[in-house]
């Protein structure tokens, strides 16, 4: 039965009431409006009022590709090897990239370029034995790193001496060349030769910090790593920088070209022994 001031609406139904069903239910209770607040990392979490925070109630924004440091502790951490080959190789490439910028069309009377051309030898010797010498060394550098499982902060830095030297290189290439195309035996190109190999020194002497970070902290290594690998990468390190420094010292002292012939050799040394030296191949298995 309707009534007429409820028109609509059944009688005995309150208003503000839920229908559902032909049943009524009472007001919906009123629950405290929540209340944003600050969480631990700039994010934020509900609280009711008059509810204390608590810490398992906050909520953590989430950060990709970021490293949570350990409890109580703010040291370097030990990282994986993967930016640093990428980076390294960046750089490999860009050095040995720029070499090829020494490599130039030279000045020449019409008729006169082929003689132009080979009077430029002493730049198309420094282009191989510097190219050749950065490609070698990216080698050996592929070959430790896949021998290297993390790495920590000393290891960094000494990676990072490596492609110093590596990137510089191109600089006594261009200085070699110039000097030794203006006069071979030339107090310049004694200078020039003599800057080549203290250059090339300090890049093998940058490999013996390398080995030896990896001989003071042998659980960066993999494991199955040839038990002499590091110690011969460190002598044949070492010696590659004793003998360019030879070589520079008789090429100041006696002739450049004795110079020159050490610099387009040695890097096929590296090659061959970048695995390490004969007799220190063997796995720790075998």
Not at 10 to 25: C, D, F
Not at 87 to 104: K, P
Not at 164 to 177: G, H, K, M, N, S
Not at 199 to 222: D, F, K, M, N, T
Request: aromatic share 10%; with cysteine; hydrophobic share 45%.
């Amino acid at each position: 039965m309707r009534g007429g001031g409820g028109a609509g609406r059944r009688r005995g139904w309150p208003r503000g009431r839920l229908r559902r069903g032909g049943r009524a239910y009472g007001r919906l209770p009123r629950f405290p409006r929540p209340v944003r607040r600050p969480g631990p990392y700039g994010g934020r979490t509900n609280h009711r009022k008059g509810d204390a925070p608590s810490q398992a109630g906050r909520t953590a924004v989430f950060r990709p590709f970021s490293v949570q440091p350990s409890a109580g502790s703010s040291r370097f951490h030990r990282a994986e090897t993967a930016r640093a080959e990428a980076f390294s190789d960046g750089v490999f490439s860009i050095a040995a990239t720029i070499l090829v910028i020494g490599l130039l069309a030279p000045p020449h009377r019409p008729g006169g370029l082929g003689r132009a051309l080979a009077r430029q030898w002493p730049a198309y010797l420094g282009y191989i034995a510097s190219f050749s010498y950065i490609a070698v060394i990216w080698l050996n550098h592929h070959q430790a790193f896949v021998r290297i499982r993390v790495m920590n902060r000393g290891l960094h830095a000494a990676n990072l001496f490596v492609l110093f030297t590596t990137a510089v290189l191109a600089f006594p290439t261009d200085v070699v060349a110039d000097a030794v195309q203006a006069d071979v035996a030339g107090r310049d190109a004694r200078v020039a030769v003599a800057l080549y190999a203290g250059i090339a020194a300090a890049l093998c002497l940058s490999w013996v910090v390398l080995y030896y970070r990896l001989h003071v902290c042998p659980g960066l290594l993999e494991s199955g790593v040839e038990p002499a690998y590091v110690t011969h990468g460190i002598i044949r390190s070492a010696l590659g920088a004793l003998v360019y420094c030879l070589v520079g010292f008789l090429g100041w002292l006696v002739t450049p070209l004795i110079a020159l012939v050490g610099f387009a050799l040695l890097p096929a040394f590296y090659f061959a022994t970048s695995e390490g030296l004969p007799g220190g191949r063997e796995t720790a298995g075998a």
